[in-house]
């Protein structure tokens, strides 16, 4: 089905819940142009800077980190239930050993206004353009986030990502 | 009307329409337990260290700025329409000067978990513990946006507030 354009704001149950449950996948191209995607648990949507804003989290050992800060951009993609193996895989292994998208037979699909691409699988797509990055500052996390989330350190950087299109599949999310 | 309990998630589109026309209002405390409401255009909401959160962003001269730091907390309370000349107020004074509440006939009400106030007047509130801290990086910012929303620096800070109560008044709402 044919994904149509839908407001920034469209869908964030959906959205909150699939950050939840198993998580969404933030896709992202290397400079060689190869895409890559990794599961993300944790995003932010809103308005900032008068623009629409999406916020991610992301360490800097991940491959994806070097891909953003190569291309300034990336895409978040909420997958449908079907998909949780592959974003469980996508979670679990490294862009830098694997190529993600054929071994989970993920289709990557062009962006639209970014380098990074959409995933033809997935039933909502947001295309960010990085307009700040910021980092995380350790002394300021209770120390239970730290105890929890933070042991190995790899303080994640905060990517602030300019919405610059959003299109989902809205004949299979009204039937979800 | 009594306001109930939502999920954080709730009245998404009301909550960003509001930001991007009159702004919502940013409300907290000072060191003597004085309310003090804010009109912020800007918010991100979402999930982010496994806690359901709320981003503002606070420039250091403000008075709220002092109130955060102090307390670590603050509510990010949605007015309806007709609330348009006070958040306008909230917006233009700061409350080193004015007691904005009483100037606006706003009725600050306990929060349920945090020390700022709600506001019975909104329909929508939603109270936040800072669970981390960051600043925008000036050279991370594209010109334009710097040219536009930073001439005069004072550069935000990134308050991100865990959601502890998210309650609105529904039946307000269902007729909007």
């Known amino acids: 089905m044919a994904k149509i354009e839908v407001p920034h704001t469209a869908y964030f149950d959906r959205y909150c819940q ?7 996948l933030l896709a992202s191209v290397d400079a060689d142009g ?17 623009r629409p804003i999406c916020a991610v989290f992301v360490r800097p ?10 291309t300034g951009d990336f895409t978040v993609n909420v997958p449908p239930p079907e998909l949780a193996e592959q974003v469980l895989f996508c979670g679990t292994e490294s862009g830098r050993d694997r190529d993600k998208f054929a071994e989970c ?4 699909t062009p962006g639209r206004k970014v380098r990074s691409p959409g995933i033809e699988e997935c039933w ?11 980092d995380v500052v350790p002394e300021h996390f209770a120390p239970e986030i ?3 989330l933070y042991a190995g350190g790899d303080f994640h ?9 959003s299109y989902a599949d809205v004949e299979a999310l009204k039937q979800a």
Chains 1, 2 share one sequence.
């Open 34 to 50: 190869r895409p890559n995607a990794m599961t993300i648990g944790w995003a932010l949507l809103g308005v900032v800077w008068r």
């Open 18 to 24: 699939t950050l939840g449950s198993g998580g969404s």
């Open 146 to 148: 730290i105890d929890m």
């Open 157 to 165: 950087r905060v990517y602030f990502g300019q919405i610059v299109a």
């Open 105 to 108: 037979d993920l289709t990557p």
């Open 124 to 134: 909502i797509t947001h295309e960010c353009v990085v307009v700040q990055k910021t």
């Open 61 to 70: 050992s991940r491959y994806t980190y070097g891909c953003i800060e190569t």
